[in-house]
């Protein structure tokens, strides 16, 4: 069965620096999405980033970037330059392509002013 | 264009009566999925529907149900409630499900008492 794995419950940031959220998830198939989603106070999922298996090339979207290794069955999601406004909980989910979107139990990111 | 909208959000119920939880998805969207969020467990499938039919399935017991209207609107019915069952239900849609992202409402919150 699949899997998602995010092994940090917490983190916390200092405004302005760099935080790296972890995601290692476990499947057999070969082509897959990852994403990593963003659920702030007002609990709507927003997504912040996505990643198709099939591209080597890390997925980024200003500030947020991925470290997707396929082969480690990792995706780690790293947020430059944290902002007050980042705060929130991040799960990373898995997509088959045909099938529905795991989560993982999620890590709750605090902004330290 | 709209977003996901979810009603009511926020519900209390006492154990033993049935609920019925509704979602409105993004205008041609044909797929919506059901989760149920709570702290232990994070977020956890339920079903998913596409086109009238459900298409997935997570492991719910069959207490938990849910239908798809032509226009793509989705309810959930859980019945026989329990106090296991208070949680953050979340809709989220899509063109085609599957590992597309997901666009989620803002959730009922479930209170059994």
């Known amino acids: 069965a699949q899997t998602v794995t995010q092994s940090q419950p917490e983190m916390s940031v200092q405004e302005a620096e760099t935080v790296t959220l972890s995601c290692t998830y476990d499947?057999?198939?070969?082509?897959?999405?990852l994403f990593w989603y963003k659920q702030p106070p007002s609990r709507q999922m927003i997504l912040v980033i996505r990643?198709?298996?099939?591209?080597?090339q890390n997925a980024t979207e200003n500030r947020f970037s991925v470290n997707f290794q396929k082969a480690a069955k990792s995706f780690s999601l790293k947020i430059s330059d944290s902002q007050l406004g980042d705060a929130a909980m991040y799960f990373c989910?898995?997509?088959?392509?045909?099938?529905?979107?795991?989560f993982g139990k999620g890590t709750r990111l605090h902004i330290l002013p | 264009k709209a977003g996901v909208t979810q009603t009511p959000r926020y519900l209390i119920k006492t154990r033993g009566q049935q609920v019925t939880l509704s979602c409105s998805p993004i205008?041609?969207?044909?797929?919506v999925s059901w989760y149920q969020q709570t702290p232990g467990q994070g977020l956890q499938f339920l079903f998913e529907?596409?086109?009238?039919?459900?298409?997935n399935k997570g492991n719910f017991p069959g207490r938990f149900s849910g239908r798809q209207f032509s226009n793509s609107r989705s309810e959930m019915n859980v019945s026989t409630l329990e106090l296991g069952d208070s949680a953050l239900y979340l809709c989220?849609?899509?063109?085609?499900?599957?590992?597309?992202?997901?666009?989620f409402g803002n959730g009922t919150r479930l209170t059994v008492t």
């Open positions: 989220a849609s899509s063109f085609t499900g599957g590992g597309v992202p997901l666009h």
């Open positions: 499947t057999s198939e070969s082509d897959y999405y």
């Open positions: 990643q198709e298996a099939y591209k080597q």
């Open positions: 989910a898995y997509g088959p392509g045909d099938d529905k979107i795991i």
């Open positions: 205008s041609g969207h044909r797929s």
């Open positions: 529907y596409f086109s009238e039919t459900q298409r």
